[in-house]
C-alpha cells in the first residue's frame, strides 16, 4: 500500500512570491491533514480537509489557504511568502475524521524563503 | 478543552537500559491518546494508540505504552534501548472543539540513547 506522498521535495522561493504544496492520500483515506515544523521543533496544525470541505485551521493568517480535491489530495497554497515560513511542511492523511483513527505522514515539503 | 504536556525537552538514556518518554493529559470524557516518532528529516510515523481496553498497550518497534486514569499519563516505554531509537517523540490527545474532532499535540521529547 502506497503511503503518504508530497510534492516537491524541496521547494526554495523569495519572499513575496507564492508556494504550492501538494499531497496525496493513502488510497480510502477522506481527511487530509497539513502541519508546519519549524526548525525541527512542535507541529503546528494549519488546515484540515475532510471530503473537499476544510473542517477545521489554525491560528495562521489567510494568506495560508488550500483545498482538497474529489479524489481527495490536497493543495496547499502560502501566499505573499515571509522569511519565517520557512519550516517544513507535513501532510497527513487518516481514514475518517472522528480523531479515533491515526494519522499517516509524509515525508514533508522543506520550504525555503530567501 | 483538552491539553498535553511533555514534560521533558529531551531524555538521554544509555543504550541497552530501559526508557521512558513521559505525557500527560487534561480532558474531559475518554482520552484518545497517540504516539508518533519523527527520526530527522523525515515525517511523523504512528507508534500507537489507547482508545479503550487494556491499559497496557503495545506498538511498533518494541514500544509500549502504559495509560493511567488516575494520573492522567500515557507514559511510553521500551524495555531495552537501541541507538536507532533515537528520534524526536510527540504524544498527542483527540480533542473535540468547534464541532470537530482534532489532535492536540505535545511539543515533542527528543530521545538520545547512547552507545
Known amino acids: 500500500e502506497a503511503g503518504v506522498t508530497q510534492s516537491p521535495t524541496h521547494l526554495i522561493k523569495t519572499r513575496g512570491q507564492q508556494a504550492t504544496l501538494r499531497c496525496s492520500p493513502i488510497s480510502g483515506h477522506t481527511s487530509v491533514y497539513w502541519y508546519q515544523q519549524a526548525l525541527g521543533l512542535g507541529l503546528q496544525f494549519l488546515l484540515w480537509y475532510d471530503e473537499g470541505e476544510e473542517r477545521n485551521r489554525g491560528n495562521f493568517p489567510p494568506r495560508f489557504s488550500g483545498r482538497q480535491f474529489p479524489n481527495y489530495s490536497s493543495e496547499l497554497n502560502v501566499n505573499a511568502l515571509e522569511l519565517e515560513d520557512s519550516a517544513l511542511y507535513l501532510c497527513?492523511?487518516?481514514?475518517?475524521?472522528?480523531?479515533?483513527?491515526?494519522?499517516?505522514f509524509g515525508p514533508g515539503t522543506r520550504l525555503t524563503v530567501t | 478543552a483538552q491539553s498535553v504536556a511533555q514534560p521533558e525537552d529531551q531524555v538521554n538514556v544509555a543504550e541497552g537500559n530501559p526508557l521512558t518518554v513521559k505525557c500527560t493529559y487534561s480532558?474531559?470524557?475518554?482520552?484518545?491518546l497517540f504516539w508518533y516518532v519523527q527520526y530527522p528529516n523525515r515525517g511523523l510515523q504512528f507508534l500507537l494508540k489507547y482508545i479503550t481496553g487494556d491499559n497496557l498497550v503495545k506498538g511498533s518497534y518494541g514500544f509500549e505504552a502504559e495509560f493511567n486514569k488516575s494520573q492522567t499519563s500515557f507514559h511510553l516505554k521500551k524495555p531495552s534501548a537501541l541507538v536507532s531509537d533515537s528520534a524526536l517523540y510527540f504524544c498527542?490527545?483527540?480533542?473535540?472543539?468547534?464541532?470537530?474532532?482534532?489532535?492536540?499535540w505535545g511539543a515533542g521529547t527528543k530521545l538520545i540513547i547512547k552507545p
Open positions: 498527542a490527545v483527540r480533542d473535540y472543539l468547534d464541532s470537530n474532532y482534532q489532535l492536540i
Open positions: 480532558v474531559s470524557g475518554n482520552p484518545y
Open positions: 497527513a492523511s487518516s481514514f475518517g475524521a472522528s480523531g479515533g483513527y491515526e494519522q499517516y
